[in-house]
């Protein structure tokens, strides 16, 4: 029978690499976009939810690096659980 588990370090790495790409896009975003454009831009991602009054498009280096570094480990322990249910859930039907 086909192995039919996932790898949840495997899966970890991979969430967290694409939350963090996303992250980074973000930022890239705030800080190519004037304020009134990423307003509309965040509004209209967020299906209407209006970030005027939270929306900051300047944050210190340190703030980012910090938020890029949270964003991964989220993102790997997202990944790393989903692999961990799912491989429960398959074993369980065995």
Do not use: E
């Given at each position: 029978m086909?192995?039919?588990?996932?790898?949840?370090?495997?899966?970890g790495l991979a969430f967290g690499l694409?939350?963090?790409?996303?992250y980074i896009?973000?930022?890239?975003?705030?800080?190519?976009?004037?304020h009134d454009k990423a307003i509309l831009?965040?509004?209209s991602l967020l299906h209407g939810i209006?970030?005027?009054s939270i929306l900051k498009t300047s944050m210190p280096v340190s703030q980012m690096i910090f938020g890029v570094i949270t964003t991964f480990i989220l993102g790997w322990f997202?990944?790393?659980m989903t692999a961990v249910?799912?491989?429960?859930?398959?074993k369980d039907k065995r």
């Amino acid at each position: 029978m086909k192995n039919t588990t996932i790898n949840p370090k495997g899966l970890g790495l991979a969430f967290g690499l694409t939350a963090t790409i996303f992250y980074i896009g973000c930022v890239i975003t705030l800080a190519a976009t004037p304020h009134d454009k990423a307003i509309l831009f965040f509004n209209s991602l967020l299906h209407g939810i209006d970030v005027t009054s939270i929306l900051k498009t300047s944050m210190p280096v340190s703030q980012m690096i910090f938020g890029v570094i949270t964003t991964f480990i989220l993102g790997w322990f997202a990944g790393a659980m989903t692999a961990v249910f799912y491989n429960l859930s398959v074993k369980d039907k065995r």
